[in-house]
């Protein structure tokens, strides 16, 4: 029984940041992994980047030198600082949970990248 709430997504220009936010309710182990994915209109979705809850982070390549992902796990919350964005960027963006042995999506966030 794990929700999931994204926030943060929104318009921005190339070249600008944004932050999105992942609150994570329900019973939570403190052993799990967070991730974001994204998917783009006619794409497949894809892992942007993933934290443990020891703080081991890992990024795609396109993500990596731009994308910071960072948690607070008191209040198991999770965060995708975005920034040098490009238009390719663009898609929704979604959190997901991990933890024993399941997993669990958040509804999505919406990144408009525009040039």
């Known amino acids: 029984q794990v929700q999931l709430v994204e926030s943060g997504g929104g318009l921005v220009q190339a070249g600008g940041s944004l932050r999105l936010s992942c609150a994570a309710s329900?019973?939570?182990?403190?052993?799990?992994?967070m991730a974001w994915y994204r998917q783009a209109p006619g794409q497949q979705r894809e892992l942007v980047a993933t934290?443990?809850?020891?703080?081991?982070?890992y990024y795609v390549d396109s993500a990596k030198g731009r994308f910071t992902i960072s948690r607070e796990n008191a209040k198991n919350t999770a965060y995708l600082q975005m920034n040098s964005l490009k238009p390719e960027d663009t898609a929704v963006y979604y959190c997901?949970?991990?933890?024993?042995?399941?997993?669990?999506w958040g509804q999505g966030t919406q990144v408009t990248v525009s040039s």
């Open positions: 997901r949970l991990v933890s024993q042995g399941r997993g669990y």
């Open positions: 329900g019973t939570i182990f403190g052993i799990n992994v």
């Open positions: 934290i443990t809850n020891d703080g081991r982070t």
